[in-house]
């Protein structure tokens, strides 16, 4: 009757079972953030703000946890040390599908990739450089590196986040254009490359990379 | 031992009354000797969902002694096995009950001989109305599926679990809990029956043994009334869910009741809805509602007041 939730183990936040499939897990998820969601009629009233954002925060970890074979066995033994093997022997004999997809990557919404995107915001609105450059005129490839860097992102993040191949990324950066694909690809590129670094207004500045370069030529 | 049912939701409008009427009604068909009592002080119409126009004796005469015994304020209602204590014409200060009248009024709440009692509650989260509601294991909370009377049904229910708490301190003790709760969250932190509980643990260890067996006993029942078409079904399922998982109090869901325009209609006409429109959808989610709240009672106990 007094359990935290914040206290709670990750099986226990989601409400499943210690064996839960990957199915079970995402449905749990999706259970819990209907609940928990600001505007679920269950949880409305219930929490302060504060209350709810931790909520969610924990459940995200939750989730990516558990749905992480990897990092679901670390955690199990951190849990349990002794039910470890046991787990172990057990998921030996469970014929399981080939890993195509890489399930970890956090969704475009969730909580915890919204008070990443606050947090980038507020970088940006406080960094004078990046300030400086999005005013300017001309934006060349160096422009977004700086502000990349400013930002303190590895590119390897964009391009996880964007899905775009990570020699165009380092191609945008430095302006090579004949290894730059057709203009129209190029813009939807730099837009996604923009909108992942929170910077806005991103078509505008995409616009102005591509007539930077085609200036060039 | 009567079963005692208080019907209780933090929002007016929520079918307190309504509920109280139908399940009496249900309960007298079945052959139960069933008496409803009006408890919603100052603000009563029981009496107008069961056809009792003109109550001659009302609940207030017990209060100033006009009447010995609360049994002598009962009335008979023109359904056979149904009984009323009316609050029609209880005297205008009866909100403000003063708290040795309500004992008294629990103490011959207990010593009646019925098989069910329906207390009907006001809303709100007055003292009154939360001691009426814990007067029994088998509470039973209302609400209907709207953000405003959940965040009521929530205020109510943590309203009643600090007030449960409270009974198992002294004077004394509450204060220094009080003191401790402050010591460990601050004094900008909401105070909330949740956040209390682990200090009592910490603190006061036998105190928390006691809590904590005296709310497994309880079992309070959830009802979603008014349920429209559009409106989430599993609602209620996990509302008892969130409150189990997040007050840790066992409410069971007990069931939906339709929305159903001849309700409005029956209470217009002032005639018994189940017996004015027997075949609509919420009559019928009502028989339901009361087959299995009836299975899943057990044996009860009247609490503390006897």
């Known amino acids: 009757m007094e359990k935290d939730f914040d206290r709670m183990n990750y099986y226990e936040m989601l409400d499943i079972e210690r064996n839960a499939t990957a199915a079970q897990i995402r449905a749990a998820y999706n259970a819990a953030l209907q609940m928990y969601q600001p505007d679920s009629m269950v949880s409305y009233s219930f929490f302060s703000r504060d209350e709810r954002e931790k909520i969610l925060t924990l459940l995200d970890k939750a989730y990516f946890t558990l749905i992480n074979e990897a990092q679901r066995t670390r955690y199990d033994g951190e849990l349990d040390p002794s039910a470890i093997s046991e787990s172990g022997e057990k998921s030996a004999a469970v014929k399981k599908p080939v890993n195509i997809f890489e399930i970890n990557r956090q969704q475009l919404n969730s909580p915890a990739r919204k008070i990443q995107n606050a947090e980038l915001k507020a970088k940006i609105a406080q960094n004078p450089l990046i300030q400086e450059i999005m005013a300017r005129q001309e934006i060349s490839g160096a422009d977004l590196k700086a502000m990349r860097t400013g930002l303190g992102v590895a590119i390897e993040k964009i391009q996880q986040e964007t899905k775009i191949r990570l020699d165009y990324l380092h191609d945008i950066e430095e302006g090579k254009t004949d290894k730059l694909p057709a203009a129209v690809f190029l813009k939807g590129f730099v837009r996604a490359y923009l909108k992942s670094l929170c910077i806005e207004p991103a078509d505008a500045i995409s616009v102005r990379y591509i007539d930077a370069l085609q200036r060039k030529n | ?306």
């Open chain 2, 1 to 306: 031992m009567a079963h005692i049912w208080p019907i209780g939701g933090g929002k007016g409008g929520s079918g307190k009354s309504f509920l109280a009427s139908s399940l009496g009604r249900l309960l007298a068909k079945s052959g139960k000797q069933t008496l409803l009592i009006d408890l919603d002080l100052g603000a009563a119409n029981l009496h107008t969902m069961v056809d009792v126009p003109y109550p001659e004796k009302c609940f207030s005469d017990f209060v100033t002694k006009k009447i010995p015994n609360l049994e002598n304020a009962i009335l008979e209602t023109p359904f056979p096995n149904l009984f009323l204590i009316s609050g029609a014409h209880d005297s205008l200060d009866i909100a403000n009950l003063p708290y040795e009248q309500k004992i008294k009024t629990l103490q011959a709440i207990g010593k009646l001989k019925y098989d069910y009692i329906i207390l009907d509650l006001g809303a709100g989260t007055a003292f009154n109305t939360i001691d009426f509601f814990l007067a029994s294991h088998n509470g039973i909370f209302i609400t209907t599926p709207e953000p405003t009377s959940i965040e009521n049904v929530y205020r109510l229910m943590r309203a009643i679990y600090l007030r449960r708490i409270r009974h198992f301190f002294s004077a004394n003790d509450f204060k220094a809990l009080g003191r401790k709760v402050k010591e460990h969250l601050g004094d900008d932190s909401r105070h909330q029956p949740e956040n209390i509980v682990p200090i009592i643990k910490k603190e006061f260890p036998e105190k928390y043994a006691l809590i904590k067996k005296d709310f497994n006993a309880f079992c309070f029942k959830l009802v979603l009334n008014q349920v429209r078409k559009q409106d989430n079904a599993a609602l209620g399922e996990q509302i008892c869910k969130f409150i189990k998982k997040h007050l840790g109090i066992n409410v069971d869901f007990a069931g939906n009741i339709s929305y159903d325009e001849h309700v409005h209609d029956a209470i217009c006409q002032r005639v018994c809805f189940l017996d004015r429109y027997p075949h609509t959808r919420a009559a019928n989610d009502l028989r339901v509602l009361n087959r299995t709240m009836s299975n899943a009672f057990g044996e009860q106990m009247m609490l503390n007041y006897l």
